[in-house]
């Protein structure tokens, strides 16, 4: 099969920018963003960078249902899904992206506990 060379050239873009946020497990979760008026967010993404949870909150984000958070130096090393309630166990990853300008803090995996 011959593909012109402009459409080889956007599929091999493509394939060299489209990689996984956290390679080998199942969520990563953005750092913080001050939305304002004390307000923060994090967002918890799939590997295509899409939103799938989060929170939003003026307290204390480990202290929310959602993220559980270890000792110091404080990470969310636990996040409860708010849709299925499975929990993920996370950690810092240095293979880890970025979501547009939202750099991946933590990944999370479920492995079965």
Known sequence: ???????????????????????GFNFGIGNQMDL???VNRWNVYDDSCNVVDGLTTNQNPCDQG???CSPPPVIFDQYTSTFTGLVYACRTDPNSG?????VISVCCRNDGN
């Open 36 to 38: 304002g008026g004390g």
């Open 66 to 68: 959602i993220f559980g």
């Open 1 to 23: 099969m011959k593909f012109p060379s402009t459409s080889f050239a956007a599929l091999l873009t493509f394939a060299l920018t489209a990689q996984a946020i956290c390679p």
């Open 98 to 102: 970025t979501c547009g300008s939202d």
